[in-house]
């Protein structure tokens, strides 16, 4: 494991329950995230697989559940810890201890896929992991990509402040759109 894995591995290793509550139960995070991800182009009467790479500890799966409950939810997380959380809330859902660059879903079995605020923690994988998620999809299928701004100054401090974060110096709204361009 290089250095920075180590310090990925450090800080996102464990749940952390009391974050995982306070995005479900605070009313202003709670719009806020169902407005975000309301956007995700997924027709609740559609129904299908939706995959969410670093599913975390579930806040996304939570509101995602909420928005398109016709869907079958799969998450993956490098974490068994937070998978492990996930299970305790989300028993019906399908939850992966795994390796996002590696991941053990047959091609083109996935209608939709989430990746959000990942890629700056992979930052030398961020091709390689939208290759593998591209792979997973079906024909009509739809990856949406959610990241922060390092532009944004909340975002700069942070990835200042936390050597976990760094990464996100590389999430500039140019930076992402030509990663994005080279995948059509």
């Not at 894995?5 to 169902?34: C, G, M, S, T």
């Not at 998978?83 to 019906?92: A, F, P």
């Not at 390689?128 to 100054?153: T, Y």
């Amino acid at each position: 494991m290089s250095e920075t894995e180590d310090v990925q591995w450090l800080l996102h290793k464990y749940a952390d329950e009391n974050r995982f509550a306070n995005r479900i139960k605070n009313p202003y995070i709670y719009k806020k995230e169902i407005d975000l991800l309301s956007q995700f182009p997924a027709q609740e009467e559609e129904g299908g697989i939706l995959l969410e790479i670093g599913c975390g500890e579930g806040s996304n799966a939570f509101y995602l559940n909420k928005l398109y409950p016709n869907y079958k939810y799969v998450g993956i997380d490098y974490s068994f810890e937070k998978v492990v959380h996930s299970k305790k809330s989300y028993s019906e859902w399908a939850l992966i201890a795994g390796d996002g660059l590696n991941l053990p879903i047959k091609e083109k079995s996935v209608d939709r896929i989430l990746i959000r605020d990942v890629l700056h923690h992979l930052d030398s994988f961020r091709e390689e992991l939208i290759c593998g998620a591209l792979k997973l999809l079906r024909e009509d299928g739809v990856l949406m990509i959610i990241e922060g701004n390092v532009k944004e100054p909340f975002s700069r401090i942070f990835s200042m402040i936390y050597e976990a974060e760094r990464g996100m110096r590389n999430s500039t709204p140019e930076k992402f759109g030509k990663l994005c361009s080279r995948f059509g």
